[in-house]
């Protein structure tokens, strides 16, 4: 799994690439939170187009960085998730507790 | 195709590769292997975490057969007994400040498999599984 850093003016968008699963969730949840204390305060994005899957492990990360970004005042949302993973995020209503952006542009123009 | 786990979350590992070859034999589509190495993670992980007693010969022996537009897979473990079919069901409606993390991967795979059945017989733990695929 590969996450990659943008910084955009509103918000701080990061790439999740590959699997976020079992195996990859321990080092997405310690890259999330140095992305989260180098974002100071500014929305998080996590750009999900790459991502090709997406477990209950990988669910915990989104939730631990999510939770983690409201108790800091910020806030975390997702994009652009594949047909495969969005599937994921429904059956979980994950809807219902982070916004779920079809686009980055859609995201950003939000942030 | 038959696979065995041992007790290690590094076998889960494995199972991306092991089931690319099983995808290889069978010409299945890309996003019902993702599903079936989904429902694999999840038990899988719920055995080890929960049902193993931490022995050598704790085991995971998985059965997996492609009919003309299903996969039909039998997921067995000697773990403590346990029926997945009987866990508690997940919050997914409530908010972010009272959710907690955990719960999901059995709820994953209640929703995605269709049709699961259970029993316990001989000392093992016997999920029957189907995973459609043409009708969707």
């Given at each position: 799994m590969e996450i990659i850093e943008e910084k955009h003016d509103n918000a701080l968008v990061c790439r999740l690439a590959g699997r976020l699963d079992g195996q990859t969730s321990a080092e997405a949840t310690a890259r999330l939170a140095a992305s989260q204390a180098e974002a100071a305060g500014k929305p998080i994005l996590l750009d999900l187009s790459e991502l090709d899957y997406l477990s209950s492990a990988g669910l915990r990360v989104i939730l631990v960085a999510a939770k983690s970004a409201k108790a800091a005042g910020s806030r975390l949302s997702l994009c652009a998730p594949t047909p495969e993973v969005k599937e994921i995020l429904d059956i979980s209503g994950f809807g219902s507790i982070l916004p779920i952006h079809a686009s980055r542009e859609e995201a950003l123009a939000d942030a | 195709m038959h696979l065995t786990l041992r007790n290690d979350p590094d076998e889960i590992g494995r199972l991306p590769g092991l089931l690319?070859?099983?995808?290889?034999?069978?010409?299945?589509?890309?996003?019902?292997?993702?599903?079936?190495?989904?429902?694999?993670?999840?038990?899988?992980?719920?055995?080890?975490?929960?049902?193993?007693?931490?022995?050598?010969?704790?085991?995971?022996?998985?059965?997996?057969?492609?009919?003309?537009?299903?996969?039909?897979?039998?997921?067995?473990?000697?773990?403590?007994?346990?029926?997945?079919?009987?866990?508690?069901?997940?919050?997914?409606?409530?908010?972010?400040?009272?959710?907690?993390?955990?719960?999901?991967?059995?709820?994953?795979?209640?929703?995605?498999?269709?049709?699961i059945t259970y029993r316990f017989a001989d000392g093992w733990n016997e999920l029957d599984l189907r995973l459609d695929y043409l009708a969707e």
């Open positions: - | 690319e070859s099983f995808s290889e034999g069978h010409d299945l589509p890309p996003a019902v292997i993702a599903r079936l190495n989904l429902i694999l993670e999840e038990l899988a992980t719920n055995v080890m975490h929960y049902g193993f007693r931490g022995g050598e010969e704790d085991r995971i022996e998985i059965d997996l057969q492609r009919q003309p537009s299903s996969i039909l897979f039998r997921f067995r473990d000697n773990g403590a007994p346990y029926n997945p079919l009987e866990a508690p069901a997940a919050a997914v409606d409530a908010p972010l400040e009272d959710r907690v993390p955990g719960g999901l991967g059995l709820h994953l795979v209640r929703e995605i498999a269709d049709a």
